[in-house]
């Protein structure tokens, strides 16, 4: 399997133009996906999404793994 990427601009006319390498045999059956990343968000939700990490019980026990992950490597010092 072989796996390309192209990003791109949808433009006005909501057509894109997928160019294909020549060494890709001609009828040669693919898949095509497409994955629309999600808008940046402002400044005021980014911090909004913080405030609410704080409190979400799922967020904190990945960062008590986390920590407990790195804890043998923060214990060596420099």
Same mark, same amino acid.
């Given at each position: 399997m072989e796996a390309l990427r192209q990003i791109v601009r949808i @433009? /006005? *006319?909501h057509e894109l133009k997928i160019r294909v390498p020549n060494? &890709? @045999?001609?009828n040669e059956t693919v898949e095509? &996906?497409?994955i629309i990343k999600e808008k940046p968000k402002n400044f005021? %939700? /980014?911090i909004?999404?913080?405030?609410?990490a704080s409190k979400d019980n799922i967020f904190l026990e *990945?960062? %008590?793994d986390i920590l /407990? *992950?790195?804890e043998p490597v923060d214990s060596e010092g420099w």
């Open positions: @433009p /006005r *006319d060494n &890709i @045999p001609e095509v &996906i497409l005021k %939700q /980014r909004n999404d913080l405030k609410y *990945d960062m %008590q /407990r *992950d790195f």
